[in-house]
T-cell receptor, first 112, second 114 residues
Framework: AQSVTQPDIHITVSEGASLELRCNYS??????LFWYVQSPGQGLQLLLK??????LVQGIKGFEAEFKRSQSSFNLRKPSVHWSDAAEYFC??????????FGAGTRLFVKA | DTAVSQTPKYLVTQMGNDKSIKCEQN?????MYWYKQDSKKFLKIMFS???????INETVPNRFSPKSPDKAHLNLHINSLELGDSAVYFC?????????????FGPGTRLTVT
């Protein structure tokens, strides 16, 4: 069955430190992969996506993610976290047709 | 201009009532979705329409009925509201067919059933 796992329910990092959010997926075919961010009280916003090609993709707000087929992973990274990055982050895999499956989310806390 | 808008933003109602949530997108997308996000932030697809045709209908009580009058609008009507319906409901849209393109989300409607 198709699924997305975000192993970390929440993560706390210091402002200015680097960040890596983990995502593993289970999908038989070539996946379409996404990271979305949800700030408190708001809808989800696309950070970046992977459809094909270069396995390192750049997104908005200085985020990047790397697709590793052998590990079924699509981890999100940022070299230096800002306080405004505190939010909920969702990894998602797009399956055939129109269905996208979302992970349970990772809540990022940023400490000063 | 807001790309995906929902009304109302907040909805507080009593058990047994019927309510509707409206969604509109001005992105020219062909596909629209309704999601339910529970208190643990888990996001679950409920319905999806492509060019006014229902294409995804997950295991949702039949008290929930979506309607798409045109491809820019997707409304959600809920009958006989129950306490367990309390959640945030998100509308989203995406382009195309056959490829799971990225989705654009509305701001959400927080439904509280008392």
């Amino acid at each position: 069955a198709q699924s997305v796992t975000q192993p970390d329910i929440h993560i706390t990092v210091s402002e200015g430190a680097s960040l890596e959010l983990r995502c593993n997926y289970s999908y038989g075919a070539t996946p379409y992969l996404f990271w979305y961010v949800q700030s408190p009280g708001q809808g989800l916003q696309l950070l970046l996506k992977y459809f094909s090609g270069d396995t390192l993709v750049q997104g908005i707000k200085g985020f990047e993610a790397e697709f590793k087929r052998s590990q079924s992973s699509f981890n999100l990274r940022k070299p230096s976290v800002h306080w405004s990055d505190a939010a909920e982050y969702f990894c998602a895999v797009g399956t055939g047709g129109f269905k996208t499956i979302f992970g349970a989310g990772t809540r990022l806390f940023v400490k000063a | 201009d807001t790309a995906v808008s929902q009304t109302p933003k907040y909805l507080v109602t009593q058990m047994g009532n019927d309510k509707s949530i409206k969604c509109e997108q001005n992105l020219g997308h062909d596909t629209m979705y309704w999601y339910k996000q529970d208190s643990k932030k888990f996001l679950k697809i409920m319905f999806s329409y492509n060019n006014k045709e229902l294409i995804i209908n997950e295991t949702v009580p039949n008290r929930f009925s979506p309607k798409s009058p045109d491809k820019a609008h997707l409304n959600l009507h809920i009958n006989s509201l129950e306490l367990g319906d309390s959640a945030v409901y998100f509308c989203a849209s995406s382009r195309g067919q056959g490829v799971p393109y990225e989705q654009y989300f509305g701001p959400g409607t927080r439904l509280t059933v008392t």
